[in-house]
Every structure is written in C-alpha cells, then in structure tokens.
C-alpha cells in the first residue's frame, strides 16, 4: 500500500520552474528482521514488510512526510490557504485534528485537511488515470520483493509525465459537472476528457460548465 500526494502541475513564478504537481509517494511499511532463515536470507536479516494503515501512522505520514514535502515544492504558497483533501477511508485524520492543524500552521503555512464528499469515490482525482498510469509502468519492471516493489513504483510515479496528471485535473472539473446534471448522484458514465478540450495542445486551467448543469445546481441550492 501506499500513500500519495498530488497538486494541479503549474508554472512555479516564484522558483522560475514548472511544477509537475507530484508532491510525493510512501510505502505503508515498516523495517524489521528476519525471524529465520530461508533461502532467501539468514536469520536476522533486515526485512521491509507491508502494514497496516491505522489513523495514528497515517497522522505521521502527514505530519512528517506529506506536509513537509508540500512546502518544498511550492513555497510560493506559503502565507495562502492551501486545503489538503483527503477521502474517507477510516484511518484518516478528522479535519480539525489537533497535531496534522499544528502542523499545517508551520513557518506561516495555513494547510488544513478537508474530506471529499461521503460516498464520492469518483472524486479522487488519484483514481482518475494518474494511479493507472503509474501501474502500467510499474508492471513493466521485474521485481520480486517488497524493496523492489517500491522501487517499481518510485520509478513509475517519476516516470508518469504532468500532462497525464493535468488531464485528471480538468476530468475533475468535468466529474463535477455531471454530479450536478445527475442531481448529485453518481449514476452518470464517468466523462472523457478528449483532445477536444485542450487548447494550444495544453489542458485549459479550467472549462466551461453548461448551462443545464448550473440551473440544476441553483434549482437545489434553493428548494
């Protein structure tokens, strides 16, 4: 298992750099010993293991690995309100947790988490082609332990080019748009994002909502 965070790719003004919106990925594992000998190794010797997620190694991860890594990578942020979403399994933290909200106020930092929408898988923009991508590439290295494997991964994450991950971000937006024509179900076909929509070759930063789906939209807000 592992845990990934990523943010819309963009042009870093500040570092004078473009940003490839991958702010990073960890395996779930922990390092212990062999408790004997196989032929694969000797007593002992050191052992890298899947475990568990829990909400208590999960706050770590944040705390120690996913928040610090986010300021690294987009220190032009700083000073801004930046929301970290997150979905809802059940190791994840509340969003007002006490230790992740410390955290996230760091150097002048103002990160908070914010949950997506219960019931709403097809909100993950990680389940929108980006994971996909990443294990298509990943299938195609040889490994056959738990340290290859999250080489493998490493590797492929490094390897899935921004525009796979920008295309997933503007097939968000368009996920969004058929949640309010499906008045807020998630009945409808998952919408594909074709060459149409790019502009210039590139991935416009937002597009155009229909009119129905506004007027569907407002019909609810105001019942």
Not at 56 to 80: E, I, M, Q, S
Not at 124 to 130: K, Q, T, Y
Not at 180 to 201: E, T
């Amino acid at each position: 298992m592992f845990l990934a965070a990523v943010a819309r790719p963009r042009y870093d003004c500040h570092r004078k750099v473009h940003f490839d919106g991958k702010i990073g990925i960890w395996p779930i594992v922990e390092e212990t010993t062999a408790q004997r000998s196989s032929v694969n190794r000797p007593k002992g010797a050191p052992v890298t293991k899947s475990v568990s997620m829990t909400r208590v190694l999960y706050r770590k991860l944040l705390v120690d690995k996913v928040l610090p890594a986010f300021r690294a990578k987009l220190p032009v942020r700083r000073g801004t309100t930046v929301f970290v979403q997150q979905d809802n399994a059940g190791p994840h933290v509340r969003e007002d947790d006490t230790e992740v909200e410390t955290a996230g106020k760091v150097d002048g930092w103002k990160i908070k988490m914010r949950c997506q929408p219960p019931r709403s898988p097809e909100l993950n923009v990680l389940d929108l082609g980006f994971f996909a991508s990443i294990q298509a590439l990943q299938y195609r290295k040889a490994k056959y332990d738990t340290n290859g494997l999250i080489e493998a991964v490493q590797e492929a994450f490094d390897e899935v080019k921004w525009q796979t991950l920008d295309k997933c971000f503007v097939t968000l937006q368009k996920v969004m748009e058929a949640i309010l024509l499906d008045d807020g179900s998630n009945s409808f076909k998952l919408p594909r994002v074709g060459r149409n929509v790019a502009v210039n070759g590139r991935m416009p930063l937002s597009v155009k909502v229909s009119q129905d789906a506004v007027t569907n939209g407002y019909s609810k807000l105001y019942l």
